[in-house]
């Protein structure tokens, strides 16, 4: 389980000038919600709303300003190996390494995670099989489509059996086939036959947020501004169209931050 409470974070925009003292940029200012076992949370905003922020101090990539964030009961701090170690974390940057083979990629980060090559390699069989990837593992990345990439990046952050799982926008790029066989995967994760892990899903795209989030999470200017099930968001909205009651409940925290 993942917990934030009133999570802040504020960055200092270079200037153009040598003299002059760049200007304070407050990326997130006040997130709060709780992404539990067995669910998979989207956490949805436009761009520049603070997602891809929240995610990397979640990942403890990034120290926070304030707030706390807790995973399985142990706060996250930035570089702090022990909560690294219970995350798998997808960013949109896959970062593969292009000259090894798809298997090498995997068994690398294994290792890196504390396991032994016969134990990440045969976990990297394991999630080839699962994400219909066998094929590819012994290729070498380079060249590889999107899909094929997304598929390895994501068998790379599972390798170690994480039992929390951090997606930032994984279907970016991926044709329909790609999408759909990535949407199987995060159901059976989050089923006990998967090991009812907790999953966040950052996306744009509302269709993946209402077919496979159960609790959806809107940021809006840095702050939660909405969060509930689908369901939940359209009656709040008044809506009966997920898009527009997004539009309209990121609409109206805009209104209230004065813009």
Not at 8 to 31: C, D, L, N, T
Not at 47 to 60: C, D, F, S, V, Y
Not at 134 to 159: I, N, P, Y
Not at 179 to 205: D, V
Request: charged share 20%.
């Amino acid at each position: 389980m993942i917990e934030l409470h009133e999570l802040s974070k504020q960055f200092i925009r270079p200037s153009s000038r040598p003299w002059h003292q760049g200007e304070p940029v407050q990326a997130v200012r006040q997130v709060s919600f709780v992404a539990r076992d067995g669910m998979i949370t989207g956490l949805l905003g436009a761009n520049g709303a603070g997602k891809t922020t929240t995610l990397r101090m979640i990942a403890a990539l990034l120290r926070q300003d304030g707030g706390q964030i807790t995973i399985d009961g142990q706060p996250v701090q930035a570089g702090q190996k022990s909560t690294q170690a219970l995350m798998g974390v997808l960013s949109d940057a896959r970062g593969l390494y292009p000259r090894l083979t798809a298997r090498e990629n995997i068994v690398y980060y294994g290792v890196l995670q504390g396991m032994t090559r016969q134990q990440a390699s045969q976990r990297a069989d394991f999630l080839a099989g699962v994400l219909e990837m066998t094929s590819l593992l012994e290729r070498r990345c380079d060249g590889f489509s999107q899909g094929e990439k997304m598929k390895t990046a994501l068998a790379r952050a599972m390798v170690h059996d994480p039992k929390n799982i951090i997606l930032d926008e994984p279907t970016n790029g991926l044709d329909v086939l790609a999408t759909r066989a990535l949407r199987e995967f995060l159901r059976w994760l989050r089923s006990p036959a998967g090991g009812s892990k907790c999953i966040i899903f950052s996306t744009h795209i509302m269709q993946e947020v209402e077919r496979l989030c159960d609790h959806v999470v809107i940021i809006a200017r840095g702050e939660t501004v909405a969060q509930g099930t689908v369901t939940q968001l359209l009656q709040q909205a008044q809506e009966s169209d997920f898009e527009n009651a997004f539009v309209r409940l990121a609409f109206v925290a805009n209104l209230r931050s004065g813009l």
